[in-house]
C-alpha cells in the first residue's frame, strides 16, 4: 500500500463566527497529484493557507507523513517539507534561471555566498533535471527578467521543486497563462507525477483534465466529493454546487 504523504484530519477555521473550512478531512498518497476543486469562495486558498501554517486551524490535526504540523509556525512547516508557489512570482530578476535555481537549491541562506561558492557535481545535476523538468533548459543562461510570464512562473516552480519538498502546494499555476502556456504548464506538472506529491488548486477544468488523477471538490468549506475527473464531472452534487457560480465546462 503507498504511503500516505499528506493527511488533514477534521480541519476547521472560523473567522470572527463564519467557518470557513469545516471539517475537513482528506489523504494524499506519496507521489500523487490531487486537484482541489471549488467555486469561488468554497475554502481552497484558506484550506492552503491552514496547510501551510499561514493560517491558524480552529480544530483538527495536519500530519506530513507521520509528523503532526498542525499549527505550526510557517517557517517550520516550510521547513518540514511543505513547498508552497504562490501566484505572484519572488524570482531574482537581475540573475540567470540558472543562477535562480542555484541558489534555490542551496542550504546557505546568502545569495551570495551561494554564487560565490560554486557546486557539487550532485547539485548541478539536480539543477540540470530541474531544468529539463520545468522545459527551462535553452533558457539556462537567460536574465530572468527577460522571462515571459508562462517561463516565470515555471522557474519559480523550478525553484521550489528544486529544494526536493515533500509536498507540494500550487494555487492557481496557470492563472493569467496564454493558453499554449497552459498546455505547457500541464506538461510539466504531468512530468513531476510521481516525484512529487502535489496539491494544486486550479479553475480551469480543460487544464485540470489534462493533469488530475484525483479531484477533490470543496463546497461552502465542506468536502462535497471526491474522485477521479469522470466521477466528478457527473456528480450531481457537484454539477448543482457549480451551477450557482460558473458551472464545469
Ligand atoms: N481572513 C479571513 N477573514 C474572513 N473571511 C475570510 C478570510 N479568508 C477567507 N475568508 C472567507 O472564507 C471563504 C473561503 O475563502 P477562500 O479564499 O478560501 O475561497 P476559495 O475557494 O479559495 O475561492 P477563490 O476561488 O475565489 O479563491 C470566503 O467566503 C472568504 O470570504
Not at 504531468?190 to 487544464?207: A, Q, Y
Not at 454539477?239 to 464545469?248: C, F, M, N, P, Q
Request: hydrophobic content about 40%; overall charge negative.
Amino acid at each position: 500500500m503507498a504511503k500516505i504523504a499528506l493527511t488533514i484530519d477534521g480541519l476547521s477555521v472560523d473567522f470572527g463566527g463564519f467557518r470557513a473550512v469545516n471539517n475537513v478531512g482528506m489523504t494524499v498518497e506519496d507521489g500523487e497529484l490531487r486537484v482541489l476543486l471549488g467555486a469561488n469562495g468554497a475554502g481552497k486558498t484558506t484550506l492552503m493557507d491552514l496547510i501551510s501554517g499561514k493560517t491558524h486551524s480552529t480544530k483538527g490535526k495536519v500530519f506530513v507523513y507521520d509528523r503532526e504540523i498542525t499549527n505550526w509556525p510557517e517557517h517550520r512547516i516550510a521547513r518540514s517539507g511543505i513547498g508552497r508557489k504562490f501566484q505572484i512570482p519572488s524570482i531574482f530578476r537581475e540573475l540567470t534561471v540558472r543562477q535562480n535555481l542555484e541558489v534555490a537549491n542551496c542550504r546557505n541562506p546568502s545569495v551570495l555566498a551561494n554564487l560565490r561558492f560554486g557546486f557539487s557535481r550532485t547539485e548541478a545535476d539536480r539543477v540540470d533535471e530541474v531544468l529539463l523538468l520545468t522545459g527551462l533548459a535553452g533558457e539556462q543562461n537567460l536574465m530572468a527578467a527577460y522571462l515571459s510570464h508562462g517561463q516565470t512562473q515555471w522557474l519559480e516552480l523550478g525553484m521550489l521543486i528544486v529544494q526536493d519538498p515533500k509536498v507540494v502546494l500550487l494555487d492557481e499555476p496557470t492563472a493569467g497563462m496564454t493558453q499554449a502556456e497552459t498546455r505547457k504548464t500541464a506538461q510539466i506538472i504531468n512530468n513531476l507525477k510521481g516525484r512529487h506529491t502535489i496539491l494544486v488548486v486550479e479553475h480551469d477544468m480543460g487544464f485540470v483534465r489534462e493533469i488530475a488523477e484525483r479531484i477533490t471538490v470543496l463546497h461552502l468549506g465542506e468536502v462535497l466529493a471526491e474522485g477521479c475527473v469522470e466521477d466528478i464531472e457527473q456528480n450531481p452534487k457537484v454539477r448543482e454546487a457549480y451551477l450557482g457560480s460558473k458551472g464545469i465546462s
